[in-house]
């Protein structure tokens, strides 16, 4: 069973910057992704960056290209999301989450598509 467990999160003014891991335990295929979404209540969760544990296929929400990247460190079973630049709309309850993909190529952006998700991580962007 897997297991995923967020931390990093934290309140920053605008323009500054934050780093959220999230280790993971359990087993992982080859077409396994790690992926990061965010949610703010009364909206749907939304998907802001996602990667496969080969590191081969990356996938970023338009809203954080740029400023945002993901790593994942194999060794240590954990996902990293470094956040830069950072503006009060990111605001959110960030996740993470794995799930097989059914493409090879795409990492995907719907939540459907993961099914194990960690607890989530307060991130606060003040103006």
């Known amino acids: 069973q897997v297991q995923l467990v967020e931390s990093g999160g934290g309140s920053v003014q605008a323009g500054g910057s934050l780093k959220l891991s999230c280790v993971a335990s359990?087993?992982?295929?080859?077409?396994?992704?790690m992926a990061w979404f965010r949610q703010v209540p009364g909206k749907a969760r939304e998907f802001v960056a996602g990667?496969?544990?080969?590191?081969?296929?990356?996938n970023f929400a338009d809203s954080v290209k740029g400023r945002f990247a993901i790593s994942v460190d194999d060794a240590k079973n954990t996902v990293y999301l470094q956040m830069d630049s950072l503006k009060p709309e990111d605001t959110a309850i960030y996740f993470c989450?794995?799930?097989?993909?059914?493409?090879?190529?795409?990492?995907?952006?719907?939540?459907?598509?993961?099914?194990?998700w960690g607890q989530g991580t307060q991130v606060t962007v003040s103006s």
């Open positions: 359990g087993r992982f295929g080859s077409n396994d992704a």
């Open positions: 990667m496969s544990w080969s590191g081969t296929r990356l």
């Open positions: 989450a794995t799930g097989w993909q059914r493409s090879p190529w795409v990492i995907s952006a719907s939540a459907e598509d993961y099914n194990s």
